[in-house]
C-alpha cells in the first residue's frame, strides 16, 4: 500500500486549499482513511477521518471549515479547506487502516504517505 499526497501549498489567511491523497494497492471497501497534522513542535493530531460507509469525523478546530471525502473510482481522498487561518500551517499527513470503525489517534493506522506542507500566513 501507497499513500502519497499533494495539493499542499502557501496561502493567506481565509484561502482555501485541496489536498488530495492517492492511494495504491488499497481497496477502499471496509476501510478507514484519515487526515492527520503536524506542526513543528507539537504532536500529530488527527484533522479528519471517513470510514467506507462515508461516516465521517472533524476535529473540533476544522469542523464547519474542512471537509473530507473519497472518490472511490480513482481511490483518491480529499480535503477542502476553507478559510485557513495561521493555525492550519502544519504537514499535513494522509493515513488509511483497514476498519469499520476509524480510530481517532495515529497508532490505530497503519499505512501512511509522506505528507505535504500547508502554510497559511497571517
Known amino acids: 500500500v501507497q499513500l502519497v499526497e499533494s495539493g499542499g501549498g502557501s496561502v493567506q489567511t481565509g484561502g482555501s486549499l485541496r489536498l488530495s491523497c492517492a492511494a495504491y494497492?488499497?481497496?477502499?471497501?471496509?476501510?478507514?482513511m484519515a487526515w492527520f497534522r503536524q506542526a513543528p513542535g507539537k504532536e500529530r493530531e488527527a484533522v479528519a477521518n471517513i470510514n467506507s460507509n462515508g461516516i465521517t469525523y472533524y476535529a473540533d478546530s476544522v469542523r464547519g471549515r474542512f471537509t473530507i471525502s473519497q472518490d472511490n473510482a480513482k481511490n483518491t481522498l480529499l480535503l477542502q479547506m476553507n478559510s485557513l487561518k495561521p493555525e492550519d500551517t502544519a504537514m499535513y499527513y494522509c493515513a488509511a487502516d483497514y476498519r469499520w470503525v476509524c480510530g481517532r489517534g495515529p497508532a490505530t493506522y497503519v499505512y501512511w504517505g509522506r505528507g505535504t506542507q500547508v502554510t497559511v500566513s497571517s
Open positions: 494497492g488499497y481497496t477502499p471497501s471496509g476501510t478507514c
